[in-house]
């Protein structure tokens, strides 16, 4: 059964950072990439990064750019681990993220027009982040 269970969501203030992990277990995800998307309270959910699988390539939404960095682990061969370094935080960061897992490259998701959510077929619980004036 395919896991997704994220981890280090919180409140902090604006300008501080949080640090977000995602460990993906069930299958094998060689060759997947690898993203976070967040919804807000009363706003649909967005496209926030993605990784590819070797980590080589990087995929930001303009919002985050400069300020978030996605990372991930490849180390286990059973547990995919991905992290996503939040720094600058703004009030409007106040979110719940969701790790999400594709069935593709992060090269077939641009090429089809993403990252998109509907490209994503594995996603996690979420993890609350709050950030305050």
């Known amino acids: 059964q395919v896991q997704l269970v994220e981890s280090g969501g919180g409140l902090v203030q604006a300008g501080g950072s949080l640090r977000l992990s995602c460990a993906a277990s069930g299958r094998t995800f060689s060759n997947y990439a690898m993203g976070w998307f967040r919804q807000a309270p009363g706003k649909e959910r967005e496209f926030v990064a993605a990784i590819s699988w070797s980590g080589g390539s990087t995929y930001y939404a303009d919002f985050v750019k400069g300020r978030f960095t996605i990372s991930r682990d490849n180390a286990k061969n059973t547990v995919y681990l991905v992290y996503l370094q939040m720094n600058s935080l703004k009030p409007e960061d106040t979110a719940v993220y969701y790790c999400?897992?594709?069935?593709?490259?992060?090269?077939?998701?641009?090429?089809?027009?993403?990252?998109?959510?509907?490209?994503?077929?594995?996603w996690g619980q979420g993890t609350l982040v709050t950030v305050s004036e």
């Open positions: 999400a897992v594709p069935l593709g490259s992060l090269e077939s998701l641009v090429a089809e027009g993403g990252p998109q959510g509907p490209q994503f077929e594995y």
